[in-house]
């Protein structure tokens, strides 16, 4: 079954860090010409756009988690990270990752969600 | 990069069509053809309906329609029934390797 799996979330105080897996079945992270992204809705709200990494392992992030949150995928393991530090108040949402379509910027599986509290 | 436009809410009786607007800039809706439309039912995982404008996934019914004219997608459902009240986003390429999602419409079946 072509499935994602996503886990790590939880309660971290503001300035804390968290590390999210997104496990992948039924297809490879690190297929030729796959693309896979981080997207998260804070409770009540809309999506947002979070992170994307390319086939060849090339990143691109949202302005607002520049430079705290980091993408990566583990193809040995066939998962998808997210690396997410100095985490504030406004990063408390669930996230969602996914897998792009055959062509661009389009995602046709996305997973459960892990929800992320960041409180004190 | 701002959030596509969306109407808040939109609504139409069982078996009416309703368009949901997504209002962007040149720098992004204008600019390619890589918009995208999601539903998601309230708690739920969001479903792909529309890819690249006015393409539509294997097993998402004919009766959503996408297309696009200038800065402003559109999403068409037609012959509407019930289990389309749900919450649906746009999404649109922003050029700079940057998405960018609207605000969300929550579709009401009357």
């Known amino acids: 079954e072509v499935q994602l799996v996503e886990s790590g979330g939880g309660l971290v105080q503001p300035g804390g860090s968290l590390t999210l897996s997104c496990a992948a079945s039924g297809f490879s992270v690190g297929a030729n010409s796959m693309y896979m992204t981080w997207v998260r809705q804070a409770p009540g709200r809309g999506l947002e756009w979070v992170s994307l990494i390319y086939t060849g392992g090339d990143t691109t992030y949202a302005a607002s988690v520049k430079g705290r949150f980091t993408i990566s995928r583990d193809n040995s393991k066939n998962t998808l990270v997210l690396q997410m530090n100095s985490l504030t108040t406004e990063d408390s949402a669930v996230y969602f990752c996914?897998?792009?379509?055959?062509?661009?910027?389009?995602?046709?599986?996305w997973g459960r969600g892990t929800l992320v509290t960041v409180s004190s | 990069q701002s959030a596509l436009t969306q109407p808040p809410s939109a609504s139409g009786s069982p078996g009416q069509s309703v368009t949901i607007s997504c209002t962007g800039t040149s720098s992004d809706v204008g600019g390619y053809n890589y918009v995208s439309w999601y539903q998601q039912y309230p708690g739920k995982v969001p479903k792909l309906m529309i890819y690249e404008v006015s393409k539509r996934p294997s097993g998402v019914p004919d009766r959503f329609s996408g297309s696009k004219s200038g800065n402003t997608a559109s999403l068409t459902v037609s012959g509407l029934q019930a289990d389309d009240e749900a919450d649906y986003y746009c999404s649109s390429y922003g050029g700079s390797r940057n998405l960018v999602f609207g605000g969300g419409t929550k579709l009401t079946v009357l």
């Open positions: 996914a897998k792009g379509g055959p062509g661009y910027w389009y995602f046709d599986l």
